[in-house]
């Protein structure tokens, strides 16, 4: 009933800017907050950043200073700018999305929904 697609990834050189973007659709009361992942080979997946309603934000130490989450909720789209790419920032990028559904008793029930993942390479 969630949507969640991702766009943006490619190949960059080191020191370079890439910015992705997520889209969330379906029949949606509201998105509660919204946040990239990443999992890089043999490596578990782990937080980049979150951005929640009223537009709270937080960030792995990794992503500090380098990495900006936004979000446009008129479009229900976040975004995830990054500069000063490193090696290490290679991975899978994943987008996740915690909304709020109807359900059929005319309240609301949680969902939690992930993207397909898209792929970042930092190489030169």
């Known amino acids: 009933q969630v949507q969640v697609v991702e766009f943006g990834g490619g190949l960059v050189q080191p020191g370079g800017s890439l910015t992705l973007s997520c889209a969330v659709s379906?029949?949606?009361?509201?998105?509660?907050?919204m946040g990239w992942y990443r999992q890089a080979p043999g490596k578990r997946r782990e937080l980049v950043a979150v951005?929640?309603?009223?537009?709270?934000?937080n960030y792995a130490d990794s992503a500090k200073g380098r990495f900006t989450i936004s979000r446009d909720n008129a479009k229900n789209t976040t975004y995830l700018q990054m500069n000063s790419l490193k090696p290490e920032d290679t991975a899978v990028y994943y987008c996740n999305a915690q909304t709020s559904l109807p359900d059929y008793r005319g309240s609301y029930y949680h969902s939690n929904d992930w993207g397909q993942g898209t792929q970042v390479t930092v190489s030169s």
């Open positions: 379906g029949s949606i009361l509201s998105i509660n907050a």
């Open positions: 951005i929640t309603t009223g537009d709270n934000t």
